[in-house]
């Protein structure tokens, strides 16, 4: 069983926990995100650059969403389980929706998921023929329909995660913890 190990008077965080408190750090991007692209107007046109923009944040939503369910250097994977919830069918569907978008469409080019297009067209530039490009790709929001579904999502997930880090503490003495990869000096380092 995993204990706690104390840094003086103060106790340390167990990765288990460590995968906690990050997952509420992306939960909260996430539904940021997401709630920049619910204030988009469903009805109201928008410019194929403007979609790109609010598709940044849906990829952000993605990637923020899925740290907390993948593998990392030293960290458990957060579980349903472990935050003691039962997400409905349609959550569930969520769930894997933006997993899989995650792994093959933002994360990674799949084959299987791209909707691109590439054609040449053939015209004549002072008297030389030219074969002149063209491409297209998707930059369409996947889960524009869902939106408003995945901000109350995540809102579960982070009052879940929460009450279940308040469970945790509770048994614990004071806790000092702080991981700030850019306080890390290296030992190896010249002066120039």
């Given at each position: 069983?995993?204990?706690?190990?104390?840094?003086?008077?103060?106790?340390?965080?167990?990765?288990?926990?460590?995968?906690?408190?990050?997952?509420?750090?992306?939960?909260?991007?996430?539904?940021?995100?997401?709630?920049?692209?619910?204030?988009?107007?469903?009805?109201?046109?928008?410019?194929?650059?403007?979609?790109?923009?609010?598709?940044?944040?849906?990829?952000?939503?993605?990637?923020?969403?899925?740290?907390?369910?993948?593998?990392?250097?030293?960290?458990?994977?957060?579980?349903?389980?472990?935050?003691?919830?039962?997400?409905?069918?349609?959550?569930?569907?969520?769930?894997?929706?933006?997993?899989?978008?995650?792994?093959?469409?933002?994360?990674?080019?799949?084959?299987?998921?791209?909707?691109?297009?590439?054609?040449?067209?053939?015209?004549?530039?002072?008297?030389?023929?030219?074969?002149?490009?063209?491409?297209?790709?998707?930059?369409?929001?996947?889960?524009?329909a869902e939106r408003e579904a995945l901000?109350?999502?995540?809102?579960?997930?982070?009052?879940?995660?929460?009450?279940?880090?308040?469970?945790?503490?509770?048994?614990?003495?004071?806790?000092?913890?702080?991981?700030?990869?850019?306080?890390?000096?290296?030992?190896?380092?010249?002066?120039?």
């Amino acid at each position: 069983m995993e204990k706690n190990i104390k840094d003086g008077d103060a106790e340390q965080l167990l990765p288990r926990q460590i995968r906690l408190v990050q997952s509420l750090a992306d939960f909260q991007m996430a539904c940021s995100a997401m709630e920049f692209i619910c204030e988009l107007d469903e009805d109201r046109l928008v410019t194929r650059v403007e979609r790109r923009r609010y598709r940044c944040f849906e990829d952000t939503a993605v990637i923020a969403y899925g740290r907390a369910f993948t593998n990392a250097n030293n960290l458990p994977l957060l579980s349903f389980k472990q935050i003691k919830i039962s997400p409905s069918s349609d959550e569930r569907a969520l769930h894997e929706r933006l997993l899989e978008r995650r792994n093959k469409v933002i994360a990674h080019s799949d084959a299987d998921r791209q909707r691109i297009s590439f054609t040449t067209e053939c015209f004549s530039l002072e008297n030389k023929l030219v074969m002149m490009p063209r491409w297209d790709f998707d930059d369409a929001l996947e889960f524009f329909a869902e939106r408003e579904a995945l901000v109350a999502w995540f809102g579960t997930l982070m009052s879940a995660t929460s009450k279940r880090l308040f469970e945790q503490v509770q048994s614990m003495s004071e806790i000092r913890f702080v991981r700030d990869h850019s306080l890390i000096v290296s030992s190896g380092a010249e002066e120039g």
